[in-house]
């Protein structure tokens, strides 16, 4: 069963620095684009970052870009999102996805984590 499966977040100070990890397993998505989203409180899940199958072409939302980087490791099922100069607004719950493209819309992706919840303090 395809399955991913977040981990890194927590309580951060704002201006600090989190990387979030997900690891895909179950079936082969060195194929695939990985991406992440977050969900505030009270708000609809948002793009934040995504990148090709390749790993050579990599999008980010308005809001992150600058601060947050994605990498991956296709061999290895693993995508990475290192985020850096955190802000209070960054607070929410981040989630990985597996999709057709690198794309923002959130149709494009199949498979999604469970989240994990960062929460920066200002």
């Known amino acids: 069963q395809a399955q991913l499966v977040e981990s890194g977040g927590g309580l951060v100070q704002a201006g600090g620095s989190l990387r979030l990890s997900c690891v895909a397993s179950?079936?082969?998505?060195?194929?695939?684009?990985l991406g992440w989203f977050r969900q505030a409180p009270g708000k609809e899940r948002e793009f934040v970052a995504t990148?090709?199958?390749?790993?050579?072409?990599?999008h980010y939302a308005d809001s992150v870009k600058g601060r947050f980087t994605i990498s991956r490791d296709t061999a290895n099922n693993t995508v990475w999102l290192q985020m850096s100069s955190l802000k209070a607004e960054d607070t929410a719950v981040y989630y990985c996805?597996?999709?057709?493209?690198?794309?923002?819309?959130?149709?494009?992706?199949?498979?999604w984590g469970q989240g994990t919840q960062v929460t920066v303090s200002s």
């Open positions: 990148i090709s199958w390749s790993g050579d072409e990599a």
């Open positions: 996805a597996a999709g057709y493209s690198a794309q923002e819309a959130e149709a494009w992706y199949t498979h």
């Open positions: 179950g079936r082969a998505f060195s194929n695939y684009a």
